[in-house]
């Protein structure tokens, strides 16, 4: 069983940065592709990011492509979303997900694992 447990939401004024870490547990983190979903009020869930088990891959939402990077440290069982220039409509829970399979993928039933959230909150 894999665990996930997401950290680094908070608020932040329009126009900065915040990066979002997940740590797993378990053994298959380093064969396992992540992902990163959000969800805000009244809204269903969508995909953000995703990386492939080796960080050598990666896939973006379009309204997160160019001010969003998302990466992995195998060693640390670790998964990251560094987010710049957010904005309001940036604000909603933001999932950690994992995935049985090592490549990228942007649908949320693909997913295995998820994490329980981390609220991040954008002041315009």
């Known amino acids: 069983q894999v665990q996930l447990v997401e950290s680094g939401g908070g608020l932040v004024q329009a126009g900065g940065s915040l990066r979002l870490s997940c740590a797993a547990s378990?053994?298959?983190?380093?064969?396992?592709?992540m992902g990163w979903f959000r969800q805000a009020p009244g809204k269903e869930r969508e995909f953000v990011a995703t990386i492939n088990w080796s960080g050598g891959n990666t896939y973006y939402a379009e309204f997160v492509k160019g001010r969003s990077t998302i990466s992995r440290d195998n060693a640390k069982n670790t998964v990251y979303l560094q987010m710049n220039n957010l904005s309001a409509e940036d604000t909603a829970v933001y999932f950690c997900?994992?995935?049985?399979?090592?490549?990228?993928?942007?649908?949320?039933?693909?997913?295995?694992?998820w994490g329980q959230g981390t609220q991040v909150t954008v002041s315009s």
């Open positions: 997900a994992g995935r049985k399979w090592r490549s990228t993928s942007a649908g949320g039933n693909e997913y295995d694992y």
């Open positions: 378990g053994r298959t983190f380093s064969t396992s592709a």
